[in-house]
């Protein structure tokens, strides 16, 4: 299939890879921020392919992990109001939030669909007059153009009963949050895909800048990836950490300007509250004042209760790249798949769920 | 269903009196006609010789209608599929149909043609059955409930329980067809694909398998769950291991692009008319060639075999040349956020 056989092409996977054996001589740790190189990596065994000096580390790149009990409580406690609708994504359905899970108050009677895109959202709230239909916006800069999108639509036809509850959360400043907290000794990132091909790569400046961490925007094939190893290695082997693009086709420096005009036309950076790493200071969006008609949070008087963590689930330092799924008691325990007791293992993406499902022998 | 004064299901037609009797009379029996179901005693009755398969499912497919099927030919190719995969010859079905009242009589018609062109096609009988019409809103539209009888020749022994190291492994044809199909139709989720569902009657090419090779030991559909699903059941039923070639498994282009987009594996994608065979190595040739004969194994590939390594569990070497966990799937197939 043509973009997709060339970078999963065996002989050049296997020219890259001895490559970086050649190139790298010092022990490096390199996180990949995104849930989706996550993925890659664990299911095309490109681990087991580097050398020993390259160490990878999962991050905290995937929204459905990083979406705070607290928060999760706030979608079910809305869900239980009456006439209303929810509309979400569907893999947020089976988190487990502190009491309950979106699935759970659905099998209950609640009326909670799964959605693919915001359009399809609008177009419920169009069919439903006489009800509010709540979109859970969650997703980083990647999902949030075409939430906003969605509003301004909304405002535009003057569809009064569509909300937005926005738990988005923005990449950079988490990073530098991490980076900040010295936990863990990083060398090299590599950056998110999708979300710089809307932000751009310059967001990612400051990490090389005033971290003296290798920066490489990297795809999504196995091929980007071993391609973006191989550029921090020559990076770091060379002692000149900067931010380099591999994944051209999608990325362009400045970004993807109309994506970001949505964005800040409709939301304004908020704090957020990440899971596993705290309130994270203008980490998330929320609907900018000429938008808070459309605020699930301010537009409806729903009460989510106490938060109740789970005991003994490490996805918060799991997310923050300080232990692996590994390392957690409850792995393959009593947290599985099809009983989730941490975001980490719901979602396709997050690193608990690739280890467990595509972890070598 | 010209027959009727009617467009819709009504309730009545299924309470037992005149309007289900000229359902029953002028709609099912005629498509249907054999001699066993004309009868339309309470039971139909057989003989049988031999060692007999007998299965059950239910059908609750959402749409009812998809590109290269509809819920009626899902319906009688599942149960002949279940009936092959034992290895049996397939003979007589039942069907129960659980009808939303308001339901068109015209799309009636339509599922009721195609359960008689597959159990033609697969050469079985339907030689019993039940209608109940519900309230709007108790089903969605049309469930269908069949069960099925075959009879199992001398000699022949398939399980999922049968697989032994060495085995190969062969596919009849490229995953992913009827789950892509299905879901390009979906409500909220329709995108335009050429991909049509694999849905078909399996049980021709199992018994030009079965006329080749004594030595096939397992035979299994992968329905849902998909391939993964199924060669992990062998596995841990069988107690052994199964290694996999990401290389060799024929997925086409189309499914791939469908499963780039939604974030699915082509291998948890459902099949309706794919079947996965362990069959002793020096027998594998032979029977893929035989395979490949027939219009429903021409893209037949071997794609793995059975080791005594890793029992219970699914490995695949992956185009890299590294190897991963196959695991089953878990709960919904659901597409990913981002």
């Known amino acids: 299939m043509k973009f997709i056989d060339e970078f999963r092409d065996a002989d050049l996977a296997k020219a890259v890879i001895n490559r970086v054996r050649r190139n790298s001589k010092r022990h490096i740790r390199l996180m990949e921020f995104c849930g989706g190189h996550t993925v890659t990596i664990m299911k095309h065994g490109i681990r087991q392919l580097l050398p020993e000096t390259v160490e990878m580390l999962s991050g905290p790149g995937c929204p459905v992990c990083v979406t705070a009990h607290q928060d999760l409580d706030k979608a079910i406690a809305l869900s239980r ?7 979400s994504f569907g893999d947020m359905l089976r988190v487990p939030g502190s009491y309950s899970s979106l699935q759970r108050v659905r099998a209950d009677g609640a009326d909670i669909r799964i959605v693919y895109s915001t359009l399809d959202a609008l177009q419920i709230a169009r069919g439903n007059g006489d009800k509010s239909v709540v979109f859970i916006g969650i997703g980083f800069e990647t999902t949030a153009p075409t939430i906003a999108a969605s509003v301004m639509q909304a405002k535009e036809e003057g569809i009064e009963n569509y909300y937005v509850l926005s738990l988005h959360k923005l990449c950079p400043p988490v990073i530098k949050a991490l980076l900040d907290s010295g936990e863990v000794k990083l060398d090299g990132l590599i950056c998110p895909g999708h979300v710089s091909a809307v932000i751009g790569s310059r967001p990612w400046d400051f990490a090389a800048r005033d971290y003296g961490i290798a920066c490489v925007v990297a795809g999504f094939e196995p091929l980007d990836v071993l391609q973006s190893v191989e550029m921090l290695v020559s990076q770091l082997e060379e002692g000149e950490p900067k931010v380099e693009i591999a994944y051209r086709r999608g990325v362009r420096p400045e970004g993807n300007l109309r994506a970001q005009e ?54 918060g330092d799991i997310l923050r790249g300080v232990k692996t799924p590994l390392d957690c008691k409850l792995f393959r325990g009593a947290c599985t798949p099809e009983h989730p007791v941490g ?15 595509y972890e070598s022998l | 269903m010209r027959a009727f004064n009617e467009e819709k299901i009504l309730l009545a037609h299924g309470s037992g009196g005149k309007l289900g009797h000229d359902l029953v009379e002028k709609g099912f029996v005629p498509a249907f006609d054999n001699p066993l179901l004309s009868k339309l005693d309470d039971s139909a009755v057989f003989e049988a010789r031999g060692r007999l398969a007998f299965t059950t499912d239910s059908y609750i497919v959402t749409p009812i209608f998809f590109p290269g ?100 492994l062969i596919l009849s044809g490229p ?6 199909a299905v879901m390009s139709e979906r409500e909220g989720l329709k995108f335009a694909t050429q991909v049509k569902s694999d849905c078909a009657p399996l049980n021709r090419l199992v018994a030009e398998m079965l006329e080749v090779s004594g030595d096939i030991h397992c035979l299994r559909d992968p329905t849902r769950g998909g391939l993964a699903t199924t060669l ?80 219970g569990k699914v490995v695949m070497r992956t185009r890299l040349g590294a190897s991963r966990i196959v695991d089953m799937l878990v709960g919904e197939l659901l597409p990913r956020i981002c």
């Open chain 2, 69 to 168: 099927g509809d819920i009626g030919k899902l319906a009688v190719c599942g149960t002949v599929n279940d009936l092959a995969m034992s290895g049996a010859v397939p003979l007589y079905l039942s069907l129960s149909f659980i009808i939303e009242e308001g339901f068109l009589l015209s799309d009636l018609g339509k599922i009721v043609n195609s359960i008689k062109d597959a159990a033609e096609e697969a050469g079985v009988k339907i030689i019993t059955g039940d209608t109940k019409v519900v309230n709007k809103g108790s089903v969605d539209k049309l469930f269908i409930n069949t069960a099925g009888v075959g009879v199992v020749p001398h000699g022949v022994e398939i399980s999922g329980s049968n697989a032994k190291p060495g085995d190969t």
């Open chain 1, 81 to 87: 109001e009456p006439e209303v609708i929810i509309t």
């Open chain 1, 262 to 315: 949505l964005m800040s036309t409709v939301f304004e950076p908020s704090p957020a509250y990440w899971r596993g790493i705290g309130e994270v200071p203008e980490s998330g969006l929320r609907l900018r004042k000429e938008y808070q008609a459309f605020d699930a949070e301010l537009c409806f008087n729903f009460d989510p209760g106490p938060t109740l963590e789970p005991k003994g689930c490490i996805c």
């Open chain 2, 232 to 311: 992990n059941e062998f596995a841990a039923q069988s107690g052994v291991g199964i290694l996999i070639y990401e290389d060799w498994i024929p997925v086409r282009d189309e499914v791939q692009a469908a499963c780039e987009m939604l974030g699915f594996d082509p291998l948890y994608v459902a099949n309706e008319g794919r079947l996965v065979a362990a069959v002793a190595p020096d027998d594998a040739e032979k029977v893929l060639k035989q395979m490949r004969q027939n219009k429903y194994g021409t893209e037949a590939a071997i794609i793995g075999d059975v080791r005594e390594e890793h029992p």
């Open chain 1, 343 to 357: 975001p980490c293992m719901v979602s396709s993406e997050g690193s608990c769920a690739s280890y467990y499902h």
């Open chain 2, 175 to 180: 995953p992913g067809h009827h789950g892509i």
